[in-house]
Antibody, heavy 122, light 111 residues
């Protein structure tokens, strides 16, 4: 069955950096767009970034463009989110998720990881 | 990209039906048939309930249904059950980065 596991979260000071990883298993990783979504404490979901099948296509929300970088390694079934210049407001649970369609981008996430908590605080 | 608009809360009694709305623009909800709905219980990851406006993934109860009219999508839950109490989020494809946007979220209370 499909399994996604995030790692790399933790406590970081404002201005610091952190790199999240998401390991996929149980499916052909390179057949799916992958995405990162976050949820600040007590708040709603925010779509952060999408990466295409090969990693060449990347899309970012305005709130993280220029600070966050998404990448993937299909040989290892991993997707990453490198976060720099972190701010207090980046404190959230970060989820990776799989785009549900393999043939065409359809903007739905059919499998999610359990999330990893990132806390930005001095 | 602005979040899609949902009511903050809805409620219903067991056995009743409720509908949650999700309002966007012609640049997202109204322009594409790529509206999805997610259920999230406290402390858990979201779960896909509806995709492509009205399609249910395997394993999702047929008590959940989706529709769209113009710039507004809707999720209807019939025969409400206690386990349906959760937060619900809509999402839609949008032509602007990052290609998708979530709604503001709706807390469903089963009375």
């Amino acid at each position: 069955q499909v399994h996604l596991v995030e790692s790399g979260g933790g406590l970081v000071k404002p201005g610091g950096s952190l790199k999240l990883s998401c390991a996929g298993s149980g499916f052909t990783f390179s057949d799916h767009y992958m995405s990162w979504i976050r949820q600040a404490p007590g708040k709603g979901l925010e779509w952060l970034s999408y990466i295409g099948y090969s990693g060449s296509a990347k899309f970012y929300a305005d709130s993280v463009r220029g600070r966050f970088t998404i990448s993937r390694d299909n040989s290892k079934n991993l997707v990453y989110l490198e976060m720099t210049s972190l701010r207090d407001e980046d404190t959230a649970v970060y989820y990776c998720a799989r785009e549900g369609s393999t043939s065409t981008f359809s903007s739905f996430l059919d499998n999610w990881g359990q999330g990893t908590l990132v806390t930005v605080s001095s | 990209q602005s979040a899609l608009t949902q009511p903050a809360s809805v409620s219903g009694s067991p056995g009743q039906s409720i509908t949650i709305s999700c309002t966007g623009t012609s640049g997202d909800v109204g322009g594409y048939n790529y509206v999805s709905w997610y259920q999230q219980h406290p402390g858990k990851a979201p779960k896909l309930m509806i995709y492509a406006v009205s399609n249910r993934p395997s394993g999702v109860s047929d008590r959940f249904s989706g529709s769209k009219s113009g710039n507004t999508a809707s999720l209807t839950i019939s025969g409400l059950q206690a386990e349906d109490e959760a937060d619900y989020y809509c999402s839609s494809y949008t032509s602007s980065s990052p290609l998708s946007v979530f709604g503001t979220g709706t807390k469903l209370t089963v009375l």
